[in-house]
């Protein structure tokens, strides 16, 4: 059983499978002649969420046009996962109860690359009938400035181009065999074809980001606006470009959740068992775990604010998602990302890594590390909460306890959650640590400065067994391990003094824990969890009980 276009026309030998029920040749010329959405961000959400919602709506019919997905972060997902299986993907859906859904999603109509494809990506840009540019790229992918505020390079650079420089040096590159991986930064090349599609047709856009950060539409744009007011002051662009960017261009934010872990041994078993082929996972050049399947949860979630320009797909008909205003997804985002389930990750992902766990699931059955994202949760989070609405905290902060974390089907790995902790940290506890502060409550917190030490103790790269490991990857790592100084494992007697230069780090917390009075606190934590072989099962027994 191959995943292609062929291998699925004869429909008898897929029992157990969701096969597309629309026309995917007539799907791929539509979304070529006509192209309503194109996705920069090719990995495990993009194909587990959306593809499949784009799949619904053109099971029924509500959509025609198709995806035109874009990779501008290598090119394997394109190149090895979508072209040879004609574009199809396999998702598989692990519920709680041990039964899979298994479904084959054709709902991508064009698969490129900047590296290869960029004058194409340009015709696409130019169309009128593009609505939305949507983005998961993760949270690195919008910054154009490093840890310490200097801005890239790369963004230097671009800031001395002009849009019509960047586009026409990377069309060049594509036609040729010098890659252009790095050449420009995704965001002057988002901010360029925004202006030439000005320039073209002067149809609206929106450019929507799907990240798991907050305010990712706010990133976008902050990104984009900061390079175009460079242009103009450089005179590269005009002023009605500018205002193109500010005024025909919408940036609405968006809250999206759902866990889709690296690509499974076991699911990869399960395929091969039913007969499909050539669906081994692989490592990218750039670290990045892939296959041409998906493993995922089945809940899901996408609130959007309903601000395109030029009309949208009617993405509100699909699962999970909702179309709302900006405030309500604000609201939904800072419930999910700063109380109910993403700095529970974070505690789960920092306290595993150092007690040895590989398995979130595992994790819930621990015997302290349950009572411990409980207890921040509701002691700590719900009383800053906002509730948006039309998500209930509380029953979703449950579903992430009772049903979501304790999956022991889904695969996710506190080593993969660990991954960016710096970049992670400001909002999943920046955020609640900011509205204590404003409170004047957070000399009360035990919790929060409880994790906050957990990953100062992380840092060193010794587990609770005093043997080494190897942190995840993260932008921010050798610098704060650099921080610690020469803090030594089993030390005890760790001053404030040492731990401040890290503590104060806004750009790392969100905000400065020194000034906020909670170095003591965590320098005490820090001080119990470092104790030596042990320490950190003892630290937690002590505090969580």
């Known amino acids: 059983m191959r995943v292609t276009l062929e291998g699925i026309s004869d429909r008898s030998g897929w029992e157990g499978y969701k096969l597309p029920n629309f026309d995917i040749p007539a799907m791929c010329e539509e979304t070529k002649a006509h192209p309503v959405w194109m996705h920069f961000g090719s990995g495990n959400i993009f194909r587990a969420f959306l593809c499949s919602a784009a799949q619904s709506l053109l ?53 490129l690359t900047t590296e290869y494809d960029f004058g194409r990506i340009r015709e696409i840009f130019k169309n009128p009938s593009l609505q939305i540019v949507s983005f998961t790229i993760t949270e690195k992918g919008y910054a154009l ?39 420009h930064h995704l965001m002057s090349i988002i901010a360029a074809l925004c202006v030439e599609r000005a320039n073209s047709c002067g149809a609206p856009i929106a450019l929507t980001s799907m990240d798991n950060c907050s305010h990712n539409g706010e990133k976008i744009e902050n990104a984009v606006s900061e390079i175009a007011q460079a242009w103009l002051a450089a005179g590269k662009i005009t002023q009605s470009d500018f205002d193109y960017l500010r005024e025909k261009v919408s ?66 008909k699909a699962r999970g998602i909702i179309f709302t205003d900006r405030d309500t997804v604000n609201a939904c985002e ?25 398995s979130i699931s595992e994790e819930m059955k621990d015997r302290e590390l349950p009572g411990l994202v409980t207890k921040m949760a509701m002691t700590e989070g719900m009383p800053v909460v906002v509730n948006p609405g039309i998500i209930d905290p509380k029953a979703f902060l449950d ?45 009360k917190l035990v919790y929060m400065p409880l994790v906050i030490a957990g990953w100062l103790r992380y840092l060193m790269a010794v587990d609770d067994s005093g043997d080494s490991f190897t942190p995840s990857s993260d932008p921010m790592l050798s610098t704060a391990s650099n921080m610690l100084g020469d803090i030594c494992f089993g030390d005890t007697d760790i001053t404030e003094e040492q731990l401040s230069k890290l503590l104060s780090n806004e750009v790392i917390f969100g905000t400065d824990l020194v000034a906020a009075g909670l170095a003591p606190v965590i ?3 820090f001080n119990e969890l470092n104790a030596g072989v042990g320490a950190v099962r003892a630290t937690l027994k002590k505090y969580v009980g």
């Open 59 to 111: 099971d029924s019919n509500t959509m025609t046009s198709g995806i035109t997905a874009v990779e501008s972060h290598g090119t394997e997902i394109i190149t090895e996962c979508f072209r040879p299986h004609d574009n199809l993907c396999v998702a598989v859906t692990l519920n709680g109860d041990g039964s899979m859904d298994k479904e084959i999603v054709g709902s991508v109509g064009e698969a």
């Open 523 to 525: 320098t005490g934590y």
């Open 399 to 443: 579903e992430c306890l009772n049903e979501r974390f304790p999956n022991p089907f889904m695969p996710d790995t506190p080593q993969r959650i660990a991954t960016d902790t710096s970049q992670k940290l400001p909002i999943r506890y920046g955020e609640n640590f900011k509205a204590h502060i404003a409170k004047g409550d957070a000399d």
């Open 145 to 183: 400035r490093n840890a310490a505020g200097e801005l890239s390079k790369v963004v230097e650079a671009d800031k001395e181009l002009a849009p019509s420089q960047i586009l026409n040096h990377l069309t060049e590159l594509a036609k040729g065999d010098e890659h252009c991986v790095g050449a």
């Open 334 to 358: 800072r419930m999910k990302v700063c109380t109910c389930l993403n700095p529970l990750h974070t505690a789960l992902a920092i306290f595993g890594c150092l007690l040895g766990y590989t």
């Open 251 to 316: 940036y609405p934010w968006t809250m999206i959740d759902k866990i889709t872990p690296r690509p499974d041994a076991k699911v990869e078993a399960m395929l091969v068992s039913d007969g499909l082929e050539d669906v081994k996972p692989f490592v990218t050049p750039n670290g990045t775990d892939i296959a041409p399947f998906v493993n995922a949860e089945h809940p899901q979630y996408l609130i959007i604010e309903d601000d395109f320009p030029n009309g949208r797909p009617a993405l509100d």
